[in-house]
């Protein structure tokens, strides 16, 4: 999530009680310990390719957050007047943990051991920005302010209403896997199945199954009891271009983001053109793909990024593609 996402959270995290007892103090401390994994946004000065290059990387792992802990727990007790270290180092702690969790929800997940492994683990929830969530922690942040006397309720009233949220998040996720369950072909019977939340609502979910290198993408309406798209997706017979393709740092970084990658490839004049995309990320719009240009020789001559708006979907079956395709 954002920025602000992680501050209104500290900022409730503090008024459950550290606010009372450690005054401006322990709220600032929540604060920056909540949105200091985040810090790392700072790459995106040099442009988006070095911002999805590094951001969710270090600062987002276990390592990370021990040697943040460690610091921002140092500079609390150092140069501010609050002395009780092992407080200090609980509050830092729980600010932290309370980050990392809240991103954990989000389908890009945490490298939690990172760097002996890049794998990345999370629960696949909530969209990284989500208007529930986000109204919750405005109106509680507000009401707290307004009415310091009921700061406390108020806060843990928030608190129940993300919860609550999340629950109900829960449970249509459970159904979506089964609605897509329906839809499955005998080829994808025993494949690998991921459910990821499509956009902001939380009746939409992107359920897709991974079987040898294939990906049956299915978009339902959990309100609607409804399979909005059906689509399959597979990469093209191999080449060496699509090694020589990785050379590419957009690629690179691509296929480190990207969940369900595949590609294809095209032959014009003796040169080659290899498409990368990611099965959801083609059915959201936004950044969706890279697209590198190869000589015969292999070298890399150009490359971009393939980018779309979001396309409103509709109801649609495999066989739909299939007649597009046909003609």
């Known amino acids: 999530m954002d920025l602000i996402s992680h501050g209104l959270m500290g900022t ?29 946004v700072i790459t995106g000065i040099k442009g988006p390719k070095t911002f999805y290059k590094y951001h969710r990387e270090v600062t987002h792992s276990l390592l990370g957050a021990c040697i943040l802990w460690v610091l921002i727990s140092l500079g609390v007790y150092l140069f501010t007047p609050l002395n009780n270290m092992a407080a200090v180092f609980a509050m830092v702690g729980a ?15 945490l490298p939690l051991f990172y760097p002996f492994t890049s794998k990345k683990y999370g629960f696949d929830l909530i969209w990284f920005f989500d208007p529930v969530i986000i109204t919750s922690m405005v109106g509680g942040v507000y009401l707290g302010y307004t009415y310091p006397a009921f700061e406390k309720m108020i806060y843990v009233g928030s608190f129940a209403i993300i919860a609550a949220y999340l629950i109900l998040r829960v449970v249509q996720k ?17 494949a690998e199945v991921d459910i990821l939340p499509s956009a902001v609502s939380p009746f939409l979910w992107d359920v897709i199954f991974k079987a040898r290198g294939r990906y049956l993408y299915v978009s339902v309406d959990t309100r609607r009891a409804d399979v909005l798209l059906t689509r399959e997706f597979t990469s093209s017979c191999y080449h060496k271009c699509v090694k020589s393709s990785c050379q590419s740092d957009l690629v690179d ?19 080659y053109t290899v498409e990368w995309y990611d099965a959801q990320l083609l059915n959201l719009g936004g950044v969706h793909g890279v697209t590198v240009s190869l000589d015969e020789n292999g070298c890399v001559t150009g490359q971009k990024l393939q980018i779309k708006k979001p396309v409103r979907k509709r109801k649609r079956k495999i066989e739909d593609y299939l007649q597009e395709e046909a003609s």
């Not at 459950?16 to 790392?40: E, R, W, Y």
């Not at 459970?174 to 025993?190: F, G, H, I, N, S």
């Open 253 to 271: 970084i691509f296929l480190k983001r990207a969940r369900f990658p595949f590609y294809n490839v095209i032959r014009e004049e003796g040169c």
């Open 174 to 190: 459970r159904k979506a896997r089964v609605m897509a369950e329906a839809e499955l072909t005998p080829k994808y019977r025993d």
């Open 12 to 40: 409730m995290m503090a008024g459950l009680g550290l606010k009372q007892k450690f005054g401006l103090v322990g709220t600032v401390t929540m604060v920056i310990s909540n949105i200091a994994p985040d810090l790392d």
């Open 95 to 109: 600010g932290l943990a309370g980050h990392l969790l809240v991103d954990s929800m989000t389908p890009w997940g």
